[in-house]
DNA sequence: ACTGTTTTTGAGAATCATTATCAGAAAAAC
DNA sequence: GTTTTTCTGATAATGATTCTCAAAAACAGT
């Protein structure tokens, strides 16, 4: 597998834009980051490993990790854009709490085959999937229902 | 079928909220719809028939639509929130040109149903699934390929 | 290394969809 | 019709994201 940093520089030569210290920082920020994660976040691991990146230059180089195939814009939680990292293919899926906010990742080959195929069918060039599950987990929904009974 | 000035009616009162001028002409305006859409577009819709309702009010009446299950939150699209009706069943994929932001709607039972084992499989209770296909359509692929050659 | 050119940056202002506030209006209760 | 509760329009506030711009960094040629 190529490595992350140099797909990025390939991606940045070939557009003309130059491989900077904050770039390379984020680029080692999001390999450290195993899960998804917002530009909040994001920014946080970045400041552990250099505080002089600027929270502007995060949210510019965030569509150019999309577009280098690094990233990919996932779901939208608390009125943030969450992205993930582009080699966790097996996290396709996202279950979100309404209430708690808690979000599970899971997988269905079976849906992403399916939807790759509509794609094809409707003549259009696939990007991404996105497939979120919106929802109450057990946990919240007990504790809903033993609130309601006290009253 | 439950009519829907119905169902919201009864939501209303279960809440002890009031069906007011407002509420109603946003229920009719969004019977009037038949396809996604988001504030703006409501709110131009409302206004044909009555021009005091406010976008306060439009973005008030959002949840509570949602909640009595006439509505559901849908996509986003051009950092907008959009909506659906909920009896639009057969509708629940968009797949999205990032280009010219036409959005084609399609259907797959297939994946609706192995979502909701999912959901049920992880103790979750299903409230909306939401599938996004984000990719470039036909016409803008061929356009951008043209101009790709006259270069 | 030096110089001119291009691209990038941090800081902060601007944008814009969505929310919150609040005093007056409407609806239901009495 | 009076009181109580809930709503409303207008408008201000919020907050994530984007834009601006002068200074800094990377690059290309010498």
Do not use: W
């Not at 490993?49 to 577009?67: E, G, N, W």
């Not at 966790?88 to 849906?111: A, D, F, P, Y």
């Not at 259009?124 to 979120?132: R, S, V």
């Amino acid at each position: 597998m190529e490595k992350a940093i140099d797909k990025f520089t390939k991606y940045l030569r070939e557009n003309h834009m130059r491989l900077t210290k904050p770039r390379r920082i984020i680029v080692e920020s999001i390999l450290e980051i195993n899960k998804h994660f917002n530009a909040e976040l994001l920014y946080e691991e970045i400041k552990k490993r250099d505080k002089s990146v600027s929270l502007a230059t995060v949210y510019r180089t965030m569509p150019l990790l999309i577009k280098a195939g690094l990233s990919k814009q996932s779901f939208r939680c608390s009125s943030k854009d969450n992205y993930e990292n582009a080699y966790n293919e097996e996290k396709h899926l996202h279950m979100i709490c309404g209430v708690c906010h808690k979000i599970v990742e899971v997988n269905s080959e079976i849906c992403m085959i399916k939807l790759q195929e509509m794609a094809q069918a409707n003549d259009f060039t696939l990007k991404n999937i996105n497939i979120t599950i919106n929802g109450i987990c057990g946990d919240c929904k007990r504790k809903l229902k033993e609130e309601d009974e006290k009253i």
